[in-house]
């Protein structure tokens, strides 16, 4: 080591460490890389994602280029070390030791974590420019790694280790999305992230859990007067109703507003004319997953249906519109059972609902807990609670949320107060506000 000057010796070993860092620090930033997002570079042409794109579809030949280059560096640190050490201070035990412990020290801080730690954190700042180094050191180095590669493959194929899984696109599965979505705040508006999160949910939320009540559906009686009939027409906030005579479960038909009012106006209004008017209704069961129900929509071109019961039954109506204001947020108001937007906490921390309000809606608008999985409105649920049907004036706290029954009428309850929890759980994202 004499022949060479203590400068020259001392640049050597800066430049191997600063190579083994290198290496430490491309394989780092290389896996860490996100590779639905470098897609998305790679989509805008941004410079280096091509290369980098191209050498993760082989990781097998990356990661030998790496390591090769990455543990000759480290081999010849060390020796040179060593080297320098006996040259100057003897060869002795002790200073073999001592030397060995400082290129130990030295590569494990300046040639591994510190790399790999910077490497991790800022994954697309660095593998993008080093890939464009990467990629031609590959090719010349290809040689080598395939004869080191070869030697790898038959130790794989000894332990009956398949590789072709490896090189295949990373899949995620949609709670992965949901968390994914979920942790978007910086990158997607807060209105965008509820939409895309009640995407994944449509999967598990039913027909029932958004149709609206047989009580509250609005509906025409072809038994009741016609004048009375034609007073429901004009006054109508739908443009659909459902027909029935006598008997909610004997529909007739569903009819179109627009057609009926133009008849109305003309003087040439009937039961028979409203009934020439009809529509073949379109039945349901209520178990029927809401997106599944989104593509029935779209394939029979239909926009309400009547959802039924295993008796057959009708228990409640769906539109195309119940289903879009769980994915968009309610964008209509005015129509009647719409009171979803008068659900807020007063001043002493209490609220009026109806007993036929839907739990769903009072989950996402009061940010309570209410169970989902059985009854669909306050009303069931009190009942199934109490399992007996509450006198006015009673008192009963359910999911963490004291309530006072207000008025019972035809074994119905009618209005219940609820109280504000005193530490309320947040709405869910997947309501939007």
């Keep these: 080591m004499n022949a060479f000057p203590l400068s020259a010796q001392i640049i050597a070993l800066?430049?191997?460490l600063l190579g083994s860092a290198f290496f430490s620090i491309a394989e780092t930033s290389m896996m860490a890389l996100n590779r639905y997002r470098?897609?998305?570079?790679?989509?805008q042409g941004r410079h280096g994602a091509a290369q980098a794109a191209a050498l993760l579809a082989r990781t097998d030949r990356l990661l030998s280029v790496i390591l090769i280059g990455n543990n000759?560096?480290?081999a010849?640190?060390?020796a040179l070390v060593t080297a320098m050490a006996i040259s100057y201070f003897g060869n002795h035990e002790k200073v073999v030791a001592i030397a060995t412990g400082l290129v130990a020290f030295a590569i494990i801080v300046f040639?591994?974590?510190t790399p790999k730690v910077i490497g991790a954190n800022y994954p697309e700042r660095i593998a993008l420019p080093i890939s464009i180094i990467l990629k031609p050191l590959l090719t010349v180095a290809y040689p080598l790694v395939w004869f080191v590669n070869l030697f790898v493959r038959m130790i794989l194929w000894t332990l009956r280790i398949k590789t072709e899984a490896a090189n295949e696109t990373q899949r995620m599965s949609a709670e992965e999305l949901r968390v994914l979505v979920l942790e978007s705040a910086h990158y997607i508006p807060q209105k965008h992230r509820s939409i895309l999160i009640n995407l994944f949910d449509l999967e598990r939320i039913r027909v029932d859990d958004v149709m609206t009540p047989r009580a509250h559906i609005e509906a025409i009686d072809l038994a009741a007067d016609v004048d009375v009939i034609g007073r429901q027409l004009a006054t109508s906030h739908h443009t659909?109703?459902?027909?029935?005579e006598g008997d909610i479960n004997n529909v007739k038909g569903v009819l179109h507003i627009r057609r009926a009012v133009s008849m109305l106006l003309e003087g040439n209004w009937t039961r028979e004319t409203v009934t020439d008017l009809l529509v073949e209704p379109y039945f349901i069961p209520g178990a029927t997953p809401v997106f599944q129900q989104l593509q029935y929509f779209q394939e029979r071109r239909q926009r309400l249906a009547l959802v039924v019961d295993e008796y057959g039954e009708v228990q409640g109506l769906v539109t195309l519109e119940d289903?879009?204001?769980?994915?968009?947020?309610e964008f209509t108001t005015e129509a009647p059972g719409k009171?979803?937007?008068r659900y807020v906490w007063g001043s002493d921390g209490t609220v009026l609902v109806e007993g036929g309000a839907l739990l769903r809606d009072l989950n996402r608008r009061l940010g309570l807990r209410f169970p989902l999985e059985g009854p669909k409105t306050l009303n069931g649920l009190i009942l199934d609670h109490l399992q007996d049907i509450p006198e006015s004036g009673i008192s009963l706290k359910i999911a963490d949320c004291a309530m006072q029954v207000l008025h019972t009428e035809d074994r119905v309850v009618r209005t219940v107060r609820l109280m504000q929890p005193r530490t309320p759980p947040s709405p869910k994202p997947a309501y939007p506000g």
């Design 111 to 113: 040639a591994e974590i």
């Design 339 to 341: 009171s979803g937007a």
């Design 240 to 244: 659909r109703l459902a027909v029935y």
């Design 38 to 43: 470098l897609k998305a570079l790679q989509a």
């Design 72 to 74: 000759l560096l480290n």
């Design 323 to 329: 289903i879009l204001e769980e994915m968009i947020g």
């Design 14 to 16: 800066v430049v191997l």
């Design 76 to 78: 010849g640190l060390s």
